[in-house]
């Protein structure tokens, strides 16, 4: 009658002499032979520090190191630390006066080319391209098709 160690909590018990011959019999239950299949390890959220698992390939897929609970924490990280100002990918230097500039002006808020009159649609644009020159001529209302169309289709203004 074979006893042997259970490899998890270290308590004997009764293991078949077939079992020990297939190389079965390392465990005393199901709930240890589970725990013995986990391979990876405990985290900490960087938001809250709540305690979760990471599976391996989870671990050596993280870029920044960093893990978090759920999506909520880790847009919550990305969007306050990582996409700020010169690390967001659509920052442009930081030049953005250009609307303000033209919203104080006398010009009226209408696109040049189509003539809508909706605020929510309409960008500035600068004729002559260079996104640093706002002065005033060079600035005009385009709603955002129009926009568009000026940057890739060559449409005139």
Known sequence: MPLVRCKICKKKFYAKP???KRGWGKYCSPECQHKAQLKGRFVY???CGK???RAPKQLDHSKSRKFFCNKAHHM???????????????????ESASRGILERSNK???CVHCGTTDRRVLM????????KNNKIKNLI???QNCHHLTHYYSIKI
Do not use: F, Y
């Not at 500035?124 to 996104?131: E, Y």
């Open 51 to 53: 305690k979760i698992w």
């Open 76 to 94: 919550a990280w990305k969007n306050t630390i990582l996409q700020v100002g010169e690390n967001h990918p659509n920052w442009a230097g930081g």
């Open 124 to 131: 500035v644009h600068h004729k002559d391209i260079n996104r």
């Open 18 to 20: 077939s079992w020990l």
């Open 141 to 143: 209302w385009l709603c």
């Open 45 to 47: 959220c960087d938001i």
């Open 108 to 110: 009226k808020m209408m």
